[in-house]
């Protein structure tokens, strides 16, 4: 149910086609939750044959169907968003490989290292552009405090980053 539910709340922020979600959900909540074009159209038409969502008559860009949010879909929502449960799935195949590497692969996995912190420090960049754009939101408590997570969180990963690589170069 709850990548139906991300569908849902995406919707439930502004109307958009398959390919817009997909695109929208890469740039905002990607970061933390990731759906592939396929599922994302497939997922779209589960939601309208459980008529949570309908496809509009008019169509966007490149003659794309739009859809939105209905009063079911944001009703079904909201029952989600107080449910009370949630889960947590974390996969980090860069993680996985240090854990079970030797010393032999440290060099290979060393430029793994220095590639993902590389990534990080354009991506706090990114936070910074967001930071702004949040800002002058009305309604922004809600996308500040995600925001806020993935700040604090990339920054304590860069520190990881930063000394688990001076510890693997001292051992080479």
Not at 39 to 45: A, F, I, K
Not at 101 to 110: C, E, F, V
């Amino acid at each position: 149910m709850s990548t139906k539910c991300a569908l849902l709340g995406l919707l439930n922020i502004r109307k958009m086609s398959a390919y817009d979600l997909a695109k929208f959900a890469k740039e905002s909540i990607g970061y933390f939750w990731n759906e592939s074009y396929s599922n994302v159209h497939r997922t779209l038409n589960l939601l309208a044959d459980d008529k949570l969502i309908v496809k509009l008559p008019e169509k966007g860009s490149r003659n794309k169907s739009i859809y939105e949010i209905t009063d079911l879909g944001r009703q079904a929502l909201s029952e989600w968003l107080s449910n009370h449960e949630h889960t947590i799935i974390y996969r980090d195949e860069l993680l996985l490989k240090l854990f079970v590497s030797r010393k032999k692969d440290h060099p290979a996995l060393l430029e793994d290292l220095k590639a993902h912190l590389e990534g990080l420090l354009e991506q706090r960049q990114i936070y910074s552009d967001l930071e702004d754009y949040v800002s002058g939101r009305e309604d922004n408590l809600s996308y500040s405090l995600v925001l806020e997570y993935g700040i604090v969180e990339n920054e304590a990963t860069i520190k990881w980053l930063e000394k688990a690589i001076r510890r693997i170069e001292e051992t080479l």
